[in-house]
Nanobody, 115 residues
Framework: QVQVVESGGGLVQPGGSLRLSCAASGSIFSTYAMGWYRQAPGKQRELVATITSGGRINYADSVKGRFTISRDNAKNTVYLQMNSLKPEDTAVYYC?????????WGQGTQVTVSS
């Protein structure tokens, strides 16, 4: 069983920045495809960004140019750097690990963008 744990959420003003972290267990983290998703109240969960084991990256159009996903395989961690935050970025942010055709989800971390 792979454990996925997010951290780094909080309250930030519009235009501010936050960095989310996601730690996944296991000795072969470098082979995992990792992703960030978010779910706002009353809305479906949506893709934010993904990164493959080979470093291929994909972003949702709504966050391109503002968010950056990266990974540190030595620390079993993937990051989401969020800049120029907008109120519409308010959501619970979830991390997942895709391993051997199975998705492992974390519990989520709340991000609130408000003045």
């Amino acid at each position: 069983q792979v454990q996925v744990v997010e951290s780094g959420g909080g309250l930030v003003q519009p235009g501010g920045s936050l960095r989310l972290s996601c730690a996944a267990s296991g000795s072969i983290f470098s082979t995992y495809a990792m992703g960030w998703y978010r779910q706002a109240p009353g809305k479906q969960r949506e893709l934010v960004a993904t990164i493959t084991s080979g470093g291929r990256i994909n972003y949702a159009d709504s966050v391109k140019g503002r968010f950056t996903i990266s990974r540190d395989n030595a620390k079993n961690t993937v990051y989401l750097q969020m800049n120029s935050l907008k109120p519409e970025d308010t959501a619970v942010y979830y991390c997942n690990a895709y391993i051997s055709q199975t998705l492992y989800w974390g519990q989520g971390t709340q991000v609130t963008v408000s003045s």
